[in-house]
């Protein structure tokens, strides 16, 4: 199984340039099932990061695909 960020509010904000869900990219979203394991992680990593730079909301937590 792949953990995914998803959080299931898909909504992408053009000023942002990240889904104000789970603060990926829309690359990252859309090659997120073919990532490697280091690759998810270190996406998964910078989200944190993201979000309070951006200033959204913590996030919930993480679910499987």
Known sequence: MIDSPCVNVC???P???VCTGCC???VEISR???LGEAE???VMAALPGRRRRLGLAEAAPTRSL
């Open 15 to 17: 000023r942002l340039g």
């Open 40 to 42: 998810r992680a270190r």
């Open 24 to 26: 990926r990219t829309l």
């Open 11 to 13: 909504h992408m904000s």
């Open 32 to 34: 997120w099932s073919e």
